[in-house]
């Protein structure tokens, strides 16, 4: 069973812009961020450990170089990759910084654009219109929000330092200028449970989003939350509840939406449990085995369920206040097709 014949998912997404695989390269901008370096807290979120998704090394060196390193670890080169500025949060510095970083990484030949990470409340009016000026250049660009849940309390509760109005706003500001948005949502945080994550989905759905990321709770080396596993205060979600939850998620969501990603890995040492997420695709595998018994991406948003629709038989639109679907012999008629951003506008 593949994914991708129920979920639309990143990789087709853009083969269907660009006719072939694009990758991903991650990059280290030497970013800082408010909520360690004192600005609106210290300590970070409790969950995070930046180490468990970047070298800290890579901050030393150029974004060229950082590239070139990033190419050669690949086994599966393309011609068409995709700047990722992961680490910390990348919009947090001078505009004329933000503008030298992301442009250094444009001006390499097979860079198509750029996915920039940060945080809702770190998205001033000044580093979209940037983006918003390299995206109606024709480059691909993705701002990806890392919000991770919906609920005030629980924001509070892992310190992340802002709550979901400053999420909406971003998203409206950079929606309204036509940028692409990635939301990043947690699975098993803290005192949450499948209702919440549902509920959380609800509200970015309602918001407007172009794209969803889906983790995992990770419990990392170097993280407040590593103390609390230690002291079997909490524990992550298992692969079944996970799986199951992801699965829903995607159900509930209209098949206009891009997943970037419904699960995540890392690595030993760093990675303290839960111990299948030292593999990603346990739990891809999982989700689809579930998405191909009750229907794929949408199939819970009143489309045809019985049998299962398969993304690529039916595709579902999403506009501001409903969500509808269409059969594909249809789309030409209405003029419809399934371009993120033409939902932004």
Known sequence: MNLNN?????????????????????????????????????????????????????????????????????????????????????TYGEISQLRQLYESALAEQDIVGLCVGTRPD????????????????????????????????????????????????????????????????????????????????????????????????????????????RRNKIQPPDLESYSQTAAEIIRRTPASTVFHRVSASARPPTLLAPQWCENRWNGMQRITEILAERGGQGSALNCPTSPPVLFKDSISYRFPNSAVCLPTDQVSQTGAHRTPSDFAR
């Open 6 to 90: 129920y979920v639309y998912t990143f990789g087709d997404y853009l083969k269907s812009i660009y006719g072939k695989r694009v990758r991903k390269l991650t990059l280290h901008g030497s970013f800082s961020c408010p909520n360690r370096d004192g600005t609106l807290g210290t300590g970070g979120c409790t969950y995070c450990n930046v180490a468990s998704f970047a070298e800290e090394q890579a901050a030393q060196q150029s974004v060229a170089d950082q590239l070139l390193h990033r190419r050669s670890e690949l086994r599966q080169k393309s011609s068409h990759y995709l700047a990722y500025f992961q680490a910390y949060t990348s």
């Open 122 to 229: 770190c998205v001033p009016d000044e580093v979209l219109a940037i983006l918003a000026e390299y995206q109606r250049q024709g480059q691909e660009i993705w701002l990806e929000l890392g919000l991770q849940s919906a609920h005030d309390l629980t924001l509070k509760r892992i310190n992340r330092g802002h709550d979901f109005a400053a999420y909406r706003d971003a998203v409206v500001r950079a929606r309204r200028m036509g940028i692409k948005v990635c939301t990043h949502l947690i699975i098993g945080l803290p005192k949450e449970t499948r209702n919440h994550h549902l509920s959380t989905l609800d509200k970015v759905l309602d918001t407007g989003v172009d794209g969803i990321k889906l983790h995992p709770l990770h419990i990392v080396e170097g993280s407040l939350l590593a103390k609390v596993w």
